[in-house]
């Protein structure tokens, strides 16, 4: 199982950016996938989440409403529709696989068992 999240750069603030995760060693359309992000000095957060069968999504509180995730099953890519991004926003940005994971427990990082490395995002003011 192999994660590589890209796209990622630097922008000024109220740009768009749109990150990619290339999945590869098993079937998208089986597993839960969600973004996560980590700055420097803090914790890791979940952005955004979508399950095996694309019919439930999550974003966090900070960037509903200006993220969008999606997938396409037939290219094994889950995307993220970064617009109007802020200067805290600025991270790296990884995406992660789970199988069957609880719908609640979709924004945890424990919910997950396959990471990739992560994809730098800066925003500037």
């Known amino acids: 199982v192999q994660l590589q999240a890209s796209g990622g750069g630097l922008v000024q603030a109220g740009g768009s950016l749109r990150l990619s995760c290339a999945t590869s060693?098993?079937?998208?359309?089986?597993?839960?996938i969600g973004w996560f992000r980590q700055a420097p000095g803090k914790r890791r957060e979940g952005v955004s989440c979508?399950?095996?069968?694309?019919?439930?999504?999550y974003y966090a509180d900070s960037v509903r409403g200006r993220f969008t995730i999606s997938k396409d099953n037939t290219k094994n890519i889950v995307y993220l529709q970064m617009n109007n991004l802020k200067p805290e926003d600025t991270a790296v940005y990884s995406c992660?696989?789970?199988?069957?994971?609880?719908?609640?427990?979709?924004?945890?990082?424990?919910?997950?068992?396959?990471w990739g490395q992560g994809t730098q995002v800066t925003v500037s003011s």
């Open positions: 060693g098993f079937t998208l359309d089986e597993y839960d």
């Open positions: 992660a696989a789970g199988a069957r994971i609880i719908v609640t427990t979709l924004i945890y990082p424990t919910s997950y068992d396959y």
């Open positions: 979508i399950n095996s069968n694309g019919g439930t999504t």
